[in-house]
């Protein structure tokens, strides 16, 4: 089967610039996440969806950060202004009713 | 809320020798836990998984833990360690979230090993 699939692979980007991150997830999994991992550290989950509904949205700092399913498919993460701290990468996952994520290959954001 | 402390940052062994990294956990029920790996700048890739059935959880290049309730653990071994395994390596729970029937990964801070010839 098809893989998680992210784009855009890396993206350099002014501070107070916007920026979109796309995620395909695999086909039939209900559920999607959005990961940040800054550099040195372990991810730290941003939104969780239930199909197109948001499941879990605690640490998404939502004056900066949006993000959407439609259709309960694809999601977009945006990130508008960028903080120089966004800097990190962006990780999309994917899981069915078991337990087993499936990771995409994420999406280096550099700000300067 | 569910949570996993890795208690070293940084490990370094000599290339053929054993490998720990150390993992505690915190949870109010029996949970899921998860060891993976991640190279430099490449993806997530799942080690070894525990779900409640055997207590020493075999995964793939060699590695294995051993869940301990007593002891709140999660240590991943390896008997032999090869240059190959340099890598950052998490300890991961599983937290459900019953409203919606679906669950979320919360990650370890991580563990850089490296091995040294």
């Known amino acids: 089967e098809a893989g998680v699939a992210q784009s855009p692979r890396y993206k350099i980007i002014e501070k107070r610039q916007s920026v979109a991150f796309w995620c395909n997830p695999i086909s039939g999994h209900a559920t999607l996440y959005w990961y940040q991992q800054i550099l040195g550290q372990g991810p730290k989950l941003l939104i969780q969806f239930q199909n197109n509904g948001v499941v879990d949205d605690s640490q998404l700092p939502k004056d900066r950060f949006s993000a959407e399913r439609l259709k309960g498919v694809d999601s977009t993460l945006k990130i508008q202004p960028a903080k120089l701290e966004d800097s990190a990468v962006y990780l999309c996952?994917?899981?069915?009713?078991?337990?087993?994520?499936?990771f995409g290959s994420g999406t280096r954001l550099t700000v300067v | 809320a569910q949570s996993v402390t890795q208690l070293d940052s940084h490990v370094s062994v000599s290339e053929g020798t054993p490998v720990l990294l150390r993992c505690n956990y915190s949870?109010?029920?029996?949970?899921?836990l998860f060891w993976y790996v991640q190279h430099p700048n490449k993806g997530l890739q799942l080690l070894l998984k525990y779900t409640s059935a055997a207590t020493l959880v075999k995964g793939i290049n060699g590695f294995e833990a051993e869940f301990k309730k007593s002891e709140t653990s999660f240590h991943l071994t390896k008997p032999s360690a090869h240059m190959s395994d340099a890598a950052e390596y998490f300890c991961?729970?599983?937290?459900?979230?019953?409203?919606?029937?679906?669950?979320?990964?919360?990650f370890g801070t991580g563990t850089r090993l490296k091995v040294l010839a």
């Open positions: 949870s109010s029920y029996s949970p899921s």
């Open positions: 991961v729970v599983s937290e459900s979230t019953p409203t919606s029937g679906t669950y979320k990964y919360i």
């Open positions: 996952a994917s899981s069915a009713t078991n337990y087993g994520y499936t």
